[in-house]
Protein backbone atom coordinates (compact mmCIF):
# COMPACT_ATOMS: atom_id res chain seq x y z
CA UNK A 1 0.00 0.00 0.00
CA UNK A 2 1.36 3.32 -1.03
CA UNK A 3 0.99 6.67 1.77
CA UNK A 4 -1.68 8.35 -1.21
CA UNK A 5 -4.16 5.34 -0.51
CA UNK A 6 -4.33 6.29 2.73
CA UNK A 7 -5.61 10.22 1.52
CA UNK A 8 -8.99 10.94 0.56
CA UNK A 9 -9.22 12.40 -3.29
CA UNK A 10 -11.97 14.36 -2.22
CA UNK A 11 -11.15 15.88 1.00
CA UNK A 12 -7.61 15.71 0.12
CA UNK A 13 -6.52 14.97 3.70
CA UNK A 14 -5.89 11.45 5.99
CA UNK A 15 -8.77 9.08 5.65
CA UNK A 16 -9.66 8.36 8.46
CA UNK A 17 -11.52 5.05 8.18
CA UNK A 18 -8.29 3.76 6.33
CA UNK A 19 -5.97 4.74 8.55
CA UNK A 20 -8.50 3.06 11.63
CA UNK A 21 -8.51 -0.20 9.43
CA UNK A 22 -4.89 -0.49 8.83
CA UNK A 23 -2.95 1.12 12.15
CA UNK A 24 -3.32 1.12 16.06
CA UNK A 25 -4.99 3.34 17.81
CA UNK A 26 -1.73 5.41 18.92
CA UNK A 27 -0.56 5.87 15.42
CA UNK A 28 -3.40 6.59 13.43
CA UNK A 29 -3.38 10.00 16.02
CA UNK A 30 0.11 10.79 15.24
CA UNK A 31 -0.21 9.92 11.35
CA UNK A 32 -3.55 12.51 11.51
CA UNK A 33 -0.86 15.18 13.14
CA UNK A 34 1.02 15.06 9.70
CA UNK A 35 -0.01 17.81 7.35
CA UNK A 36 -1.43 16.27 3.83
CA UNK A 37 0.46 18.37 1.06
CA UNK A 38 -0.95 16.95 -1.92
CA UNK A 39 0.32 19.55 -4.35
CA UNK A 40 3.93 19.67 -3.31
CA UNK A 41 6.27 17.40 -5.25
CA UNK A 42 7.54 13.62 -3.80
CA UNK A 43 11.50 13.35 -3.73
CA UNK A 44 13.46 10.67 -2.59
CA UNK A 45 15.07 11.13 0.86
CA UNK A 46 16.71 8.87 3.17
CA UNK A 47 14.43 7.34 6.17
CA UNK A 48 16.97 7.25 8.87
CA UNK A 49 18.04 11.35 8.55
CA UNK A 50 15.75 14.01 9.51
CA UNK A 51 17.02 16.03 6.54
CA UNK A 52 16.51 12.99 4.09
CA UNK A 53 20.30 13.02 3.15
CA UNK A 54 22.06 9.88 3.22
CA UNK A 55 25.40 9.36 4.47
CA UNK A 56 27.72 6.12 4.42
CA UNK A 57 27.45 5.51 8.10
CA UNK A 58 23.44 5.77 8.08
CA UNK A 59 24.16 2.52 5.43
CA UNK A 60 26.72 0.66 7.27
CA UNK A 61 24.74 0.88 10.58
CA UNK A 62 21.23 -0.01 9.15
CA UNK A 63 23.16 -3.18 7.63
CA UNK A 64 24.97 -3.79 10.72
CA UNK A 65 21.87 -3.64 12.76
CA UNK A 66 19.90 -5.92 10.42
CA UNK A 67 22.92 -8.01 10.56
CA UNK A 68 22.86 -8.24 14.49
CA UNK A 69 19.29 -8.34 14.87
CA UNK A 70 18.75 -11.46 12.39
CA UNK A 71 14.92 -11.35 12.96
CA UNK A 72 13.58 -8.73 10.27
CA UNK A 73 15.27 -10.62 7.65
CA UNK A 74 14.48 -13.66 8.21
CA UNK A 75 11.19 -14.06 9.19
CA UNK A 76 8.57 -16.21 7.34
CA UNK A 77 6.17 -12.92 6.47
CA UNK A 78 4.88 -14.43 4.00
CA UNK A 79 3.47 -17.04 5.72
CA UNK A 80 1.76 -14.09 8.04
CA UNK A 81 0.42 -11.95 4.97
CA UNK A 82 -1.66 -14.90 4.10
CA UNK A 83 -3.38 -14.87 7.54
CA UNK A 84 -6.58 -13.94 7.03
CA UNK A 85 -6.70 -10.99 10.05
CA UNK A 86 -7.42 -7.31 10.36
CA UNK A 87 -4.64 -4.83 9.00
CA UNK A 88 -3.98 -3.24 11.92
CA UNK A 89 -3.74 -6.52 13.94
CA UNK A 90 -0.70 -7.53 10.94
CA UNK A 91 0.59 -4.43 11.85
CA UNK A 92 0.63 -4.47 15.66
CA UNK A 93 2.31 -8.12 14.88
CA UNK A 94 4.79 -6.41 12.77
CA UNK A 95 5.59 -4.40 15.68
CA UNK A 96 6.00 -6.96 17.64
CA UNK A 97 8.65 -8.77 15.35
CA UNK A 98 10.64 -5.58 14.65
CA UNK A 99 10.82 -4.91 18.37
CA UNK A 100 8.91 -1.77 18.61
CA UNK A 101 6.05 -2.48 20.59
CA UNK A 102 6.57 -0.41 23.48
CA UNK A 103 7.24 -2.32 26.62
CA UNK A 104 8.27 -1.36 29.66
CA UNK A 105 11.57 -3.28 28.46
CA UNK A 106 11.68 -1.43 24.81
CA UNK A 107 10.59 1.92 26.54
CA UNK A 108 13.62 2.20 29.18
CA UNK A 109 16.08 0.55 25.59
CA UNK A 110 14.63 4.33 24.11
CA UNK A 111 15.75 6.31 27.13
CA UNK A 112 12.17 6.30 28.52
CA UNK A 113 12.31 6.84 32.34
CA UNK A 114 9.83 3.92 33.52
CA UNK A 115 10.06 0.93 36.07
CA UNK A 116 10.65 -1.93 33.63
CA UNK A 117 9.23 -4.86 35.70
CA UNK A 118 5.68 -6.27 34.52
CA UNK A 119 2.98 -4.87 36.23
CA UNK A 120 1.64 -7.85 36.93
CA UNK A 121 3.93 -10.26 38.70
CA UNK A 122 6.05 -7.26 39.83
CA UNK A 123 8.59 -9.81 39.41
CA UNK A 124 10.31 -9.86 35.95
CA UNK A 125 11.52 -7.42 33.54
CA UNK A 126 8.36 -7.16 31.34
CA UNK A 127 10.12 -7.91 27.39
CA UNK A 128 7.68 -9.40 24.91
CA UNK A 129 7.99 -13.25 25.90
CA UNK A 130 7.52 -12.50 29.41
CA UNK A 131 4.35 -9.96 28.85
CA UNK A 132 2.72 -12.91 26.39
CA UNK A 133 4.04 -15.86 27.92
CA UNK A 134 5.90 -16.26 30.58
CA UNK A 135 3.92 -14.08 32.98
CA UNK A 136 2.25 -16.59 35.56
CA UNK A 137 -0.86 -14.20 34.89
CA UNK A 138 -0.88 -14.93 31.27
CA UNK A 139 -0.31 -18.87 31.18
CA UNK A 140 -3.58 -19.98 31.96
CA UNK A 141 -4.64 -18.46 28.68
CA UNK A 142 -1.98 -20.90 26.95
CA UNK A 143 -3.03 -24.11 28.59
CA UNK A 144 -5.08 -25.73 26.47
CA UNK A 145 -2.64 -24.36 23.55
CA UNK A 146 -0.63 -26.79 22.12
CA UNK A 147 2.20 -24.30 21.66
CA UNK A 148 4.54 -24.25 24.46
CA UNK A 149 6.94 -26.45 23.41
CA UNK A 150 9.33 -23.28 22.88
CA UNK A 151 12.79 -23.64 24.46
CA UNK A 152 13.06 -21.64 27.57
CA UNK A 153 15.96 -19.16 25.64
CA UNK A 154 13.69 -18.37 22.47
CA UNK A 155 12.87 -15.05 22.66
CA UNK A 156 9.45 -13.84 21.63
CA UNK A 157 10.32 -14.13 17.82
CA UNK A 158 11.81 -16.96 17.93
CA UNK A 159 8.75 -18.58 19.46
CA UNK A 160 6.13 -16.85 16.91
CA UNK A 161 8.39 -17.96 13.80
CA UNK A 162 7.81 -21.49 15.42
CA UNK A 163 4.29 -21.30 15.63
CA UNK A 164 4.38 -19.81 11.80
CA UNK A 165 6.26 -23.07 10.37
CA UNK A 166 4.60 -25.79 12.63
CA UNK A 167 0.97 -24.43 13.10
CA UNK A 168 -1.96 -24.09 10.84
CA UNK A 169 -3.42 -20.81 10.25
CA UNK A 170 -6.32 -21.17 12.52
CA UNK A 171 -3.70 -21.69 15.54
CA UNK A 172 -1.65 -19.33 14.72
CA UNK A 173 -4.69 -16.84 14.50
CA UNK A 174 -5.50 -18.09 18.11
CA UNK A 175 -1.70 -17.06 19.52
CA UNK A 176 -2.19 -13.84 17.71
CA UNK A 177 -5.60 -13.20 19.19
CA UNK A 178 -4.50 -14.11 22.58
CA UNK A 179 -1.38 -11.66 22.29
CA UNK A 180 -3.52 -8.47 21.08
CA UNK A 181 -5.86 -9.43 23.71
CA UNK A 182 -2.89 -9.09 26.43
CA UNK A 183 -1.58 -6.09 25.21
CA UNK A 184 -4.95 -4.06 25.61
CA UNK A 185 -5.51 -5.62 28.67
CA UNK A 186 -2.01 -4.50 29.90
CA UNK A 187 -2.51 -0.93 28.41
CA UNK A 188 -5.86 -1.01 30.43
CA UNK A 189 -4.08 -1.85 33.58
CA UNK A 190 -1.05 0.13 33.16
CA UNK A 191 -2.99 3.38 31.53
CA UNK A 192 -6.45 3.38 32.92
CA UNK A 193 -5.85 0.96 35.94
CA UNK A 194 -8.46 -1.19 34.49
CA UNK A 195 -8.64 -4.78 36.80
CA UNK A 196 -6.89 -8.10 35.22
CA UNK A 197 -9.58 -10.31 34.72
CA UNK A 198 -8.48 -13.63 32.77
CA UNK A 199 -12.36 -14.74 32.60
CA UNK A 200 -12.05 -11.73 30.74
CA UNK A 201 -9.40 -11.86 28.41
CA UNK A 202 -10.61 -15.26 27.72
CA UNK A 203 -13.82 -13.75 26.48
CA UNK A 204 -12.17 -10.98 24.32
CA UNK A 205 -10.35 -13.89 22.64
CA UNK A 206 -13.18 -15.46 21.89
CA UNK A 207 -14.93 -13.37 20.84
CA UNK A 208 -12.04 -11.92 18.52
CA UNK A 209 -11.26 -14.89 16.72
CA UNK A 210 -15.22 -15.12 15.96
CA UNK A 211 -15.17 -11.47 14.80
CA UNK A 212 -12.58 -12.06 12.30
CA UNK A 213 -14.21 -15.18 11.04
CA UNK A 214 -17.04 -13.11 10.16
CA UNK A 215 -15.04 -10.58 8.75
CA UNK A 216 -15.91 -7.84 11.47
CA UNK A 217 -12.98 -5.60 12.60
CA UNK A 218 -13.88 -4.97 15.54
CA UNK A 219 -14.78 -7.86 17.84
CA UNK A 220 -14.77 -6.32 21.28
CA UNK A 221 -16.65 -2.97 22.72
CA UNK A 222 -14.02 -1.08 24.06
CA UNK A 223 -13.46 -1.96 28.25
CA UNK A 224 -14.33 2.00 28.85
CA UNK A 225 -17.48 1.29 26.56
CA UNK A 226 -18.53 -1.90 29.01
CA UNK A 227 -19.59 -0.03 32.31
CA UNK A 228 -20.70 2.94 31.42
CA UNK A 229 -24.16 4.10 32.53
CA UNK A 230 -26.60 5.87 30.26
CA UNK A 231 -27.52 8.56 32.40
CA UNK A 232 -31.04 8.69 30.67
CA UNK A 233 -31.89 5.63 31.16
CA UNK A 234 -30.56 5.36 35.08
CA UNK A 235 -31.81 9.58 36.05
CA UNK A 236 -34.57 7.43 38.41
CA UNK A 237 -33.53 7.40 42.32
CA UNK A 238 -33.09 3.60 43.36
CA UNK A 239 -31.93 2.48 39.85
CA UNK A 240 -29.28 0.43 39.63
CA UNK A 241 -27.34 -0.76 36.12
CA UNK A 242 -26.12 -4.33 35.89
CA UNK A 243 -23.64 -4.78 33.20
CA UNK A 244 -23.14 -8.03 32.58
CA UNK A 245 -20.75 -10.68 30.18
CA UNK A 246 -20.11 -14.13 29.46
CA UNK A 247 -17.36 -16.18 28.46
CA UNK A 248 -17.76 -19.35 26.34
CA UNK A 249 -15.49 -21.93 25.66
CA UNK A 250 -16.51 -24.33 22.88
CA UNK A 251 -13.75 -27.15 23.64
CA UNK A 252 -14.63 -27.84 26.81
CA UNK A 253 -18.30 -26.53 27.27
CA UNK A 254 -17.08 -24.58 30.35
CA UNK A 255 -18.40 -20.63 30.45
CA UNK A 256 -18.32 -18.08 33.63
CA UNK A 257 -20.05 -14.83 34.10
CA UNK A 258 -18.95 -11.64 35.29
CA UNK A 259 -21.63 -8.73 36.19
CA UNK A 260 -20.72 -5.24 37.76
CA UNK A 261 -23.89 -3.16 39.64
CA UNK A 262 -23.26 0.83 39.22
CA UNK A 263 -25.73 3.13 40.97
CA UNK A 264 -27.79 5.92 39.03
CA UNK A 265 -25.03 8.29 39.24
CA UNK A 266 -22.29 5.30 37.80
CA UNK A 267 -20.44 4.80 41.07
CA UNK A 268 -19.41 1.27 41.61
CA UNK A 269 -21.37 -0.85 44.01
CA UNK A 270 -20.55 -4.62 43.60
CA UNK A 271 -19.09 -7.34 41.41
CA UNK A 272 -19.78 -10.82 41.28
CA UNK A 273 -18.19 -13.57 38.64
CA UNK A 274 -18.84 -17.62 38.98
CA UNK A 275 -19.18 -20.60 36.77
CA UNK A 276 -22.30 -21.42 34.02
CA UNK A 277 -23.42 -24.61 32.95
CA UNK A 278 -23.88 -23.79 29.20
CA UNK A 279 -22.66 -26.52 27.38
CA UNK A 280 -20.37 -24.38 25.00
CA UNK A 281 -23.17 -22.69 23.83
CA UNK A 282 -22.82 -18.76 23.21
CA UNK A 283 -26.33 -17.52 23.34
CA UNK A 284 -26.90 -19.73 25.97
CA UNK A 285 -24.12 -18.82 28.10
CA UNK A 286 -25.50 -14.61 27.74
CA UNK A 287 -29.29 -15.64 28.25
CA UNK A 288 -27.60 -17.59 31.95
CA UNK A 289 -25.76 -14.55 32.56
CA UNK A 290 -28.62 -12.01 32.68
CA UNK A 291 -29.99 -14.66 35.00
CA UNK A 292 -28.01 -14.61 36.97
CA UNK A 293 -27.27 -10.95 37.38
CA UNK A 294 -31.05 -10.86 38.24
CA UNK A 295 -31.24 -13.00 40.69
CA UNK A 296 -28.71 -11.86 42.41
CA UNK A 297 -30.01 -8.50 41.64
CA UNK A 298 -33.39 -9.76 44.03
CA UNK A 299 -31.10 -10.80 46.36
CA UNK A 300 -29.70 -7.96 47.59
CA UNK A 301 -33.63 -6.14 46.68
CA UNK A 302 -32.38 -3.83 43.89
CA UNK A 303 -36.29 -3.14 42.67
CA UNK A 304 -35.56 -1.08 39.58
CA UNK A 305 -32.45 -2.63 37.68
CA UNK A 306 -31.10 -1.66 33.89
CA UNK A 307 -28.83 -4.52 32.49
CA UNK A 308 -26.55 -3.39 30.19
CA UNK A 309 -25.34 -6.47 28.05
CA UNK A 310 -22.94 -5.92 24.74
CA UNK A 311 -24.74 -9.31 23.03
CA UNK A 312 -26.98 -7.55 20.55
CA UNK A 313 -29.21 -10.85 20.64
CA UNK A 314 -30.06 -10.66 23.91
CA UNK A 315 -30.40 -6.62 24.18
CA UNK A 316 -32.50 -7.08 21.32
CA UNK A 317 -34.76 -9.71 22.79
CA UNK A 318 -35.17 -8.30 25.92
CA UNK A 319 -35.82 -4.76 24.96
CA UNK A 320 -38.41 -5.59 22.70
CA UNK A 321 -42.05 -5.46 22.07
CA UNK A 322 -42.24 -9.35 21.32
CA UNK A 323 -43.13 -11.79 23.85
CA UNK A 324 -42.33 -15.35 22.95
CA UNK A 325 -44.56 -17.41 25.19
CA UNK A 326 -43.11 -20.80 23.73
ZN1 LIG B 1 4.74 -10.72 34.88
Not at 30 to 44: C, E, G, H, N, Q
Request: hydrophobic share 45%.
Amino acid sequence: MRVSELIDPITKDWDVGKLTRCFMERDVGLIRKIPVAPTFTDSWCWRDDTNGQYQVRHGYKLMVSVQDSGHPVSFAWKDLWRLKIPPNILNFVWRCIHGVLPTMVTLASRRVDVDTMCHLCKQHPETLRHLFLDCIHVQALWDSAPLMQIASDDDFVDCFSKWLAMADGQIVKSCIAACWIIWKHSNALVWNSKVWLLSSLKHDITHTLIAWEEGLEHAVPPLSAMTTVDSHLCEEQGTVCIFVDASVFHDSGDGFFRAIIKDNAGAYLAAKNGPLRCIGDAFLGEAMTVKEALSWAKERGDNKVIIYSDCQIVCRWFSGMTRDLS
